[in-house]
Structure formats: C-alpha cells, structure tokens
C-alpha cells in the first residue's frame, strides 16, 4: 500500500526569534496578532527551545513593578522579549532581574545563619512516638548556590555538631524569598490598562530527535517503516496545554562553555495512517517548522512521543559487504610491507533503501537511529540490528550496517610484496577468499582500498572490479551455497 501524505498545514505561527547577547528586549507590538491564550513552544534537538507565554498586566501610568514567575529553571535572561501581540500598548522595560534561587530548606537555613531556631524531633517515650522541640545556633547552613552544598554545622547546648538536630521550624517567609524561578521588571508604558502580554524567551532544557523503526516480514526485502518524534523536557517547569513546534534546519547557536553542539535536523514532511496527521510541516526561511496538531501537557522531566511519518512496503534490501582490511590513504607514501596487510574475517550484514516516491517514501528525513525488525514464522518480532542515519533527502540512498553475517566469513592476506626504491615502483598481490554457509548464493561486495599512494593501477585481477574513488576499488563476487570463492589482484605504485 502507498503512503498517505498528511495534508499542509494551513497557516504556521511565525518562527521563534533568537535573541543574541545584550540586555532583555521589549517591543511595542505592530499588527493585530491573536493573543497566544495558553504557552507555545519551538523545540530545537540542540537542547534548547523557544517559549511563548501569555503575561496578564495592569499596568498604571509611566512605571510599573512587575513579578513574572511563570519562567523555567533555564531561561536565558538576556533572549527575553516583552510586547503586546495587539499592538495598543508601547512596553519598554527599564530594568529587568531574574532570580533562579527557590525557597528551601537548605535557602533558609543560610538566610539563619548566627541565629537560634527550633527543630522537631521525634522520640520514643513511654512505648509513644512523641516530638520535641531542641534549639540550635545555625553556625554554618552549608548552602551553597549552584552548588552540591557542604556538611551543616549546629551548635547545640555548647556543643558543635555536623547534621541537623531535627526538622527546621522557619519564621514565615519574607520579601526576599521566591518559590520559583522569577523575572523583575520595572516597566514603562504609554498608557495604563489592562493588556494581555506576550512574553517569548529562549531556554536550555528541551530536546526533541527522530527514531525509525523498520519491520520486515518473515521473507524478503521490504520494509513497513514507522518514525517517532521524541521530545524531552528538563526545564524545571511544565508546560499545560502548550502547542509545540519542532524547527528542523542547522541553527548557528552560541552554547556555554563545554556544551556539546548537536546540529539540528532536516526538513521531513509528515506522513499518518489516519486521516488527520498528528503532524504537519511547512517550510519557514531557511528552516522547516513542525507543529504537533493537539495542544499537549509537557511535563517537567517527561518525553513525550508522536507518530510523524508510516510507510508500507519499501523496498530495503540487504547485501553483504567484506571490507577485510579497512585501511586508508592519507596522503603520504607508504612502502611498509606489513602495513596493510591486518585483516578482518567478518563479512558486514547492509541494508539500503532509496528515499524516493517510487520507493514509498520521498521525505526529507532528519537524523535518527533506525531500528530492524523481521517477523518470525510464530508471527514475533525479533530484533536485527540498528544503525544511525544523518540528515537525508528526498531522492537519495540510505545505506546503514546492522551487524556481521553469521554464515559468511571472508579471509584476506598479502602473496606478493616487491618494491624498487631506486625506480620509485611497488607491487603487492593479494588474495581474498570468501566462503558462504548459507543454503543459497550470496553476492558480496569486497571493498579494498589503495593506501600506499595516489598514483596506482591494478596489473592483474581474478575478477572485474569497480572503481569507487581515487582510492578504492570493489569486486562484486557471488558465492554458491556452501563453497568457496578466492579472489585476487595485483596493484602497481609508482611515484
């Protein structure tokens, strides 16, 4: 059966806008944008993403004192920007503070430090569990910011001990103190009233990948694929209700010392076996958007799944592959005669495909693992393999190893080894014997790569070969069942 392309997506929200360094930015809003009425969010697979949120105000006239605490744990302060999607109101904001430091015990134990404050503990007292209240001098709280914290001390009756005596009790919390991460604004604006604000902000935190999953059956060389959108969310805060996008495209982002920069994916276009798709792409700039069709809870430390794309019988076939020596030229001579000459018996298991309309599938696929499966004559799915792919086009060829064959085993060493230094000249022979213990003809491809200098021909050969690029050529052998198969060759350097 064909694929189903899902429909287009009739109208996409525009793109997040990254905001580089410099201070927070406010924009009196232009046009007659709808008010979002709940958070979006464009993920990006480089562990960040863009939110947009809804700020209700009441503003007075000229400045305004402004507590937003509906922030994650890991926005950047510096990417924010304020406006009025409705364009009636002129924000600017004066001065902006954020404050990541939540209320806590080990917080307010700091906040206490020289003073006395009771703590509960629990005894057994005439066979009864009962409470008591014991006083300790909080001489050092071992809070430490962003930290792992050090052993506390507490002075109790004169005497220094490093834990807690019992259960803090604190006196209420005062100004100073925040349950959640906090932005602070003084603001201004040209009139007062009431206004919906929009509140966008880049955040660490999120990720989102693409994983494929390939079924074959008991038989042949087709395969039903399947591929999940997989998101993550470690932002320290959740998000209700929230439309989510996913950018695909190579974004340039500037990441804090000693994090690891991950490329973002491809365009794909999205694919269901239901009449409506659960994902829908558009092109945007440079990049592609992906908008997941529900408003969905993203819950802080939850991934979340969703079908993005099902295919039916493409046509993915295996073949064999004996690369016995794997060596590579690197651009210099190389006369040494053991050099070369170490060899692998493991013939490699292949599977290709042709991402094409033709083939059932032609979409743009973004990089992912790809996961095999065949069907047994019980009807179970047994696991074959699995392999990462890069960034794939429309029209082009996925190639992946899923393992070793079990029932092929290749042999590969050096006969003939001569060399006239004086007349710049080598020649080397080698012999390459493959055997097939399966109960049908195999056709493996022998890799061998020309490593000891650009300048090369092949004198002599069992068989005819290939050539693939400036330094490799390939032998396609077929193997009968249960027989052997020696090829050789002859290659001349000079220089």
Do not use: C
């Amino acid at each position: 059966m064909n694929k189903s392309k899902a429909n287009p997506v009739a109208a996409l929200i525009a793109a997040a806008v990254l905001v580089g360094h410099g201070s927070a930015a406010v924009l009196a809003g232009h046009g007659s944008a709808a008010v979002l009425a709940g958070p979006a969010l464009t993920i990006y697979n480089q562990n960040f993403a863009v939110v947009r949120d809804d700020v209700p105000l009441e503003l007075q006239a000229e400045l305004n004192d402004i507590h937003f605490s509906g922030v994650t744990a890991q926005v950047e302060p510096d990417s924010v920007i304020l406006r009025d999607p409705t364009g009636q109101h002129a924000l600017q904001i004066l001065e902006q503070n954020y404050r990541n430091d939540p209320v806590s015990q080990e917080l307010l134990l700091s906040l206490h430090e020289g003073k006395t404050l009771p703590f509960v503990r629990e005894r057994m007292k005439d066979n009864t569990l009962a409470q008591e209240i014991i006083h300790g001098k909080i001489i050092r709280s071992g809070y430490l910011p962003g930290g792992a914290g050090e052993q506390p001390i507490i002075e109790v009756d004169g005497q220094l001990q490093f834990s807690l005596p019992g259960q803090p009790r604190f006196p209420s919390l005062g100004d100073g103190t925040i349950l959640k991460p906090t932005l602070n604004w003084l603001l201004r604006t040209d009139k007062p009233g009431k206004l919906a604000a929009e509140v966008s902000y880049v955040t660490g935190g999120f990720s989102w990948a693409a994983d494929y999953n390939l079924v074959a059956p008991e038989t042949g060389d087709t395969v039903d694929l399947i591929g999940w959108i997989t998101m993550h969310n470690s932002s320290g805060k959740t998000f209700e209700n929230a439309r989510i996008k996913l950018l695909a495209g190579d974004v340039n982002k500037i990441l804090p010392p000693r994090a690891r920069l991950v490329t973002a994916a491809p365009e794909l276009r999205a694919y269901a076996a239901a009449p409506a798709p659960t994902v829908t792409e558009q092109t945007f700039d440079e990049f592609h958007l992906y908008t997941v069709a529900r408003a969905t809870t993203l819950r802080d430390r939850e991934t979340k799944q969703v079908e993005f794309v099902r295919a039916e019988s493409v046509h993915a076939p295996v073949f064999y592959v004996y690369d016995g020596a794997n060596s590579r030229f690197y651009g210099s001579l190389n006369t040494d005669q053991g050099y070369g000459s170490q060899a692998s018996t493991k013939v490699w298991v292949m599977r290709e495909f042709v991402n094409a309309d033709t083939n059932q599938l032609g979409v743009p696929l973004p990089k992912g693992k790809l996961r095999f499966y065949r069907r047994g004559t019980d009807g179970q799915l047994e696991f074959t393999g699995e392999n990462q792919i890069d960034h794939t086009p429309r029209n082009e060829t996925i190639r992946v190893r899923t393992g070793n064959s079990f029932d092929l085993v290749g042999e590969r060493r050096v006969t003939d080894f001569k060399t006239d230094r004086s007349d710049k000249w080598l020649d080397e022979t080698f012999e390459i014997k493959l055997r097939n213990r399966k109960e049908d003809p195999v056709e493996i491809r022998v890799v061998e790569h020309l490593y000891r200098w650009s300048n090369w021909r092949i004198k002599a050969g069992s068989d005819a070969f290939e050539k693939k690029d400036a330094q490799t050529i390939e032998f396609r052998v077929t193997v009968p069942p249960d027989e052997e198969k020696t090829v050789t060759y002859t290659v001349h350097y000079s220089w």
